[in-house]
């Protein structure tokens, strides 16, 4: 045994403790609009303690917790504690990567440790619907930032004719959309297009609708609870679905129900996690934190569903091709791509 490769390895376990150790910190941080109150300006505990209304002992140790870890900057001559204009973009700008809710995500999905251990001695399934609300709220909290800086301005003019349509007015599903925030993206950028947003969760749906009230864009948006295999209309021009095809027990059947309500000239836009088709090309940081979340999510998701499917959130574009092309498809291609997701164009 190398001793040397014993202390390298346990030096990688430390930092992933930590790691994992301090994600309740952070979401305290988060529920608490701490990171928001630090980038108003350096502070000493008592300080930040003042403007915060909170506990002065929980804060002092909260404090040097995020700055051992690089979250907040120390000044030792001060004793003041402060957030980097790129701390702060990342922490407390909601518009921002909006990090912490990242860490929402993780607790909430690691309450049901005790579902998925069994789950792996009896092969059952855990529906999205039975993860703790902060998966839920955490997930449309994280991805809502990727999506308004890449859809919009991105992802949308890289389609062939979509951008035009959009403009003059087009009709658009968005499947599996959650708490519905790329429907209202949708919505807010093209004003005389329609989207309607669908989802089998509820709970979600409720949200979703909430929001497009709050946005005065009820008129043009509009949800309904259904799976991805039975949601309604036809003709649409566009069919968008953002990291959710990979999560289905049958996503073929829901790529079949695209090609039926796609117009003859319509568009699928899928958006997937990036991955390589290659299983040791995702040994990466990317995908280590994409396979963990698909343990508890998106397989067992996929297992909890009709179909016998559960590709996971790193099946990789040859996956995914096999799909769409089962479904009748004749045209696929990636029409764009970021660190974090793979941008695909489908038409019939």
Same mark, same amino acid.
Do not use: K
């Given at each position: 045994m190398d001793h040397e490769k014993?202390?390298?390895? /346990?030096?990688?376990?430390?930092?992933? &403790?930590?790691?994992?150790? *301090?994600? $309740?910190? #952070?979401?305290?941080?988060?529920?608490? =609009?701490?990171?928001?109150?630090?980038?108003?300006?350096?502070?000493?505990?008592?300080?930040?303690?003042?403007?915060?209304?909170?506990? /002065?002992?929980?804060?002092?140790?909260? &404090?040097?917790?995020?700055? *051992?870890? $690089?979250? #907040?900057?120390?000044?030792?001559?001060? =004793?003041?504690f402060s957030l980097t204009e790129e701390q702060a973009f990342c922490l407390a700008d909601p518009n921002g990567p909006n990090v912490p809710t990242a860490f929402l995500i993780s607790l909430g999905m690691l309450r049901a440790e005790?579902?998925?251990?069994?789950?792996?001695?009896?092969?059952? =399934?855990?529906?999205?619907?039975?993860?703790?609300?902060?998966?839920?709220?955490?997930?449309?909290?994280?991805?809502?930032?990727?999506?308004?800086?890449?859809?919009?301005?991105?992802?949308?003019?890289?389609?062939?004719?979509v951008e035009a349509k959009l403009t003059a007015g087009a009709l658009v599903a968005d499947v599996g959309c959650g708490l519905g925030s790329s429907s209202i993206l949708l919505a807010e950028a093209y004003p005389r297009t329609t989207v309607v947003g669908s989802d089998y969760h509820a709970d979600s749906i409720a949200l979703a609708r909430k929001g497009a009230a709050e946005a005065g864009l009820a008129d043009r948006v509009s949800f309904e609870v259904a799976t991805a295999q039975t949601f309604t209309g036809t003709g649409y021009d566009?069919?968008?679905?953002?990291?959710?095809?990979?999560?289905?027990?049958?996503?073929?059947?829901?790529?079949?129900?695209?090609?039926?309500?796609?117009?003859?000239?319509?568009?699928?836009?899928?958006?997937?996690?990036?991955?390589?088709?290659k299983v040791e090309e995702n040994f990466n940081p990317v995908g280590r934190l994409y396979y963990s979340a698909s343990t508890f999510l998106c397989v067992p998701n996929g297992l909890s569903q009709p179909g016998g499917y559960a590709l996971g959130a790193q099946a990789g574009e040859a996956a995914i091709r096999e799909v769409i092309a089962d479904a009748g498809f004749t045209r696929f291609r990636r029409a764009a791509q970021t660190s974090f997701n793979v941008v695909y164009e489908i038409r019939p």
């Open positions: 014993v202390n390298e390895f /346990l030096g990688r376990f430390v930092s992933d &403790l930590a790691a994992t150790d *301090a994600a $309740g910190s #952070v979401v305290i941080g988060q529920r608490l =609009g701490l990171y928001r109150a630090l980038a108003e300006g350096p502070a000493t505990p008592e300080q930040f303690a003042e403007r915060t209304g909170c506990h /002065l002992r929980y804060l002092t140790e909260w &404090l040097r917790g995020q700055a *051992a870890g $690089g979250y #907040v900057s120390y000044e030792p001559e001060t =004793g003041r005790p579902r998925i251990t069994e789950a792996f001695r009896t092969g059952a =399934g855990v529906g999205w619907h039975e993860h703790d609300e902060d998966v839920f709220v955490g997930c449309d909290a994280f991805y809502r930032p990727g999506y308004v800086a890449e859809l919009i301005p991105n992802w949308i003019p890289a389609l062939e004719g566009l069919v968008t679905m953002f990291d959710c095809l990979h999560d289905m027990g049958d996503p073929l059947g829901a790529a079949r129900r695209v090609r039926e309500a796609l117009a003859q000239d319509g568009t699928w836009l899928l958006v997937e996690p990036f991955a390589s088709d």
